[in-house]
C-alpha cells in the first residue's frame, strides 16, 4: 500500500463505524483528508503514493508518526523514533519532529537513548537508571546532573 494509503487507513481505524459501509465516500473523503494532513505534517507529501515499503528507512519511521497523527491523538507515545537512522536521517527526523511538537498542541512521550535527540525534542525530561529516577527537570538541569553525565553522556559536562 502506498503511504497515503496507510494514513488513510490508519485514520479510518480511529472509529470504528468508519469501517461501516453505509457511509458511503464521506467516510473514506475524511479518513483521506486526516491521513493527507499527517503526511503534510511530517513532510511526507512527496511520497505519498509510492509504496510504503519502497520509502527509505527514515521517511518509513516518519510514516509510522504519520499514521499515529492520523487517528488524531491527545497523547502521542514515540518509542525510539531514531532507532536505525542514519546521522542524516535522525537530523531530518529531529527537524521535522520538532517542527510538529513546536506549537505545543499536542501532548508526547518520547522515550529515546539518544540524549542529543532528547535534549533537542523536550521542554522536560526525566531519566531513568537501572529503574530509577535519577533526573528530573528542563534540557539544562538534566544534562548538568552528574548522574545523568555519568550513567548516559560518559561522565562529560
Same mark, same amino acid.
Given at each position: 500500500?502506498? @503511504?497515503?494509503?496507510?494514513?488513510? #487507513?490508519? $485514520?479510518? @481505524?480511529?472509529?470504528?463505524?468508519?469501517?461501516?459501509? #453505509?457511509? +458511503?465516500?464521506?467516510?473514506?473523503?475524511?479518513?483521506g483528508r486526516r491521513g493527507d494532513t499527517a503526511l503534510e505534517r =511530517?513532510?511526507? &507529501?512527496?511520497?505519498?503514493?509510492?509504496? @510504503?515499503?519502497?520509502?527509505?528507512?527514515?521517511?518509513?519511521? !516518519?510514516? %509510522?508518526? $504519520?499514521? $499515529?497523527?492520523?487517528?488524531?491523538?491527545?497523547? #502521542?507515545?514515540?518509542?525510539?523514533?531514531?532507532?536505525?537512522?542514519?546521522? %542524516?536521517? &535522525?537530523?531530518?527526523?529531529?527537524?521535522?519532529?520538532?517542527?510538529?511538537? @513546536?506549537?505545543?498542541? #499536542?501532548?508526547? =512521550? !518520547? *522515550? %529515546?537513548?539518544?540524549?542529543?535527540?532528547?535534549?533537542? =525534542?523536550?521542554?522536560?525530561?526525566?531519566?531513568?537508571?537501572?529503574?530509577?529516577?535519577? $533526573?528530573? +527537570?528542563?534540557?539544562?538541569?538534566?544534562?548538568?546532573? %552528574? +548522574? *545523568?553525565?555519568?550513567?548516559?553522556?560518559?561522565?562529560?559536562?
Amino acid at each position: 500500500m502506498s @503511504a497515503r494509503e496507510n494514513t488513510r #487507513l490508519a $485514520a479510518q @481505524a480511529r472509529d470504528p463505524p468508519r469501517w461501516h459501509p #453505509l457511509g +458511503g465516500g464521506a467516510v473514506f473523503a475524511d479518513a483521506g483528508r486526516r491521513g493527507d494532513t499527517a503526511l503534510e505534517r =511530517l513532510g511526507l &507529501t512527496h511520497v505519498a503514493g509510492r509504496p @510504503a515499503g519502497l520509502l527509505s528507512h527514515g521517511d518509513q519511521r !516518519l510514516l %509510522e508518526v $504519520a499514521m $499515529a497523527l492520523a487517528q488524531e491523538p491527545l497523547v #502521542l507515545l514515540l518509542d525510539e523514533p531514531t532507532q536505525g537512522l542514519s546521522v %542524516e536521517e &535522525t537530523a531530518q527526523a529531529v527537524e521535522v519532529l520538532a517542527g510538529l511538537f @513546536a506549537d505545543g498542541a #499536542l501532548t508526547v =512521550l !518520547l *522515550v %529515546e537513548h539518544d540524549m542529543e535527540v532528547v535534549f533537542r =525534542l523536550s521542554h522536560k525530561i526525566t531519566v531513568l537508571h537501572r529503574g530509577a529516577v535519577i $533526573a528530573d +527537570g528542563d534540557p539544562e538541569a538534566v544534562k548538568a546532573d %552528574e +548522574g *545523568v553525565q555519568n550513567a548516559y553522556l560518559g561522565g562529560f559536562a
